[in-house]
């Protein structure tokens, strides 16, 4: 069991496991019945006011991944659904593909819980 990061643009593949997204926003451009989910824990993600400013600027990204990690930390609405993700990690017996919209594949909140999750000992 792996934890992956992936756009939700992207077709699902025949192998993937638990479809997370992690948008608080719904992405453009592509309806729910397409979306192939298994849960969309919207709440999870970055505040509004992180978000915007964040802005999806690369050079922002160090400062928005320690910023983020606080919120995941002390928001309780954020922290709440943060276990629910771990929860579902930890269960799987399959790989869990954390799903998020961006254009930017590196930089970005997925990339961010991806790491986290890794870093808490989970695989």
């Not at 756009?7 to 192998?15: L, M, Q």
């Amino acid at each position: 069991m792996a934890i992956k990061v992936k756009r939700i643009y992207d077709d699902k593949a025949e192998d993937d496991g638990v479809r997370v997204l992690v948008d608080r926003v719904w992405p453009r451009g592509i309806s729910k019945e397409n979306a192939n989910l298994d849960e969309w824990l919207k709440n999870i993600g970055p505040t509004k006011e992180l978000r915007e400013w964040f802005n999806h600027d690369a050079d922002k990204f160090e400062d928005f991944k320690k910023k983020y990690i606080k919120e995941l930390e002390n928001n309780d609405e954020q922290n709440e659904e943060l276990k629910t993700l771990e929860g579902m990690v930890k269960d799987a017996r399959k790989d869990v593909i954390i799903l998020f919209g961006a254009k930017d594949e590196k930089h970005n909140q997925a990339v961010v819980l991806q790491s986290y999750l890794k870093d808490q000992g989970y695989k």
